[in-house]
């Protein structure tokens, strides 16, 4: 029953092992906290529920982003360290994940908005 539910979530996940198999230096422990939340988040949601897995397909794209983009990592970099969860949170992992795409979609709205287009002489 459990084999079944993983595989189910990872057909909505398909980058899953890319991440999961990032190279990451020995002191980036954002990279290993973003990597922890993304797997444990990813293994806790309702395959029924549309509104986690669509929020689990953003969020594969948001630390997609986050390993190609180094400014993006700059960007998720100060949120975890800004980052604070309240007291009567039910689902930690959901409310980061939330956050970590809140901040996907602002960058991704930023970085089109601002197109630096080079001027030829």
Partial sequence: MAVTKNLEILKHC???YRIMEQEIMENDTVSTKIIQIFQEYTFSIDVNNNEQIELLKRL???VNKYFEDSEFK???ANLMASLRIKV???NVFEFISKKIVEAYDKYCEFYTR???IPRWI
């Fill in 114 to 116: 601002n197109l630096y």
């Fill in 14 to 16: 398909p980058d899953y």
């Fill in 88 to 90: 009567g949170t039910n």
């Fill in 60 to 62: 594969t794209k948001s």
């Fill in 74 to 76: 700059k960007e998720i």
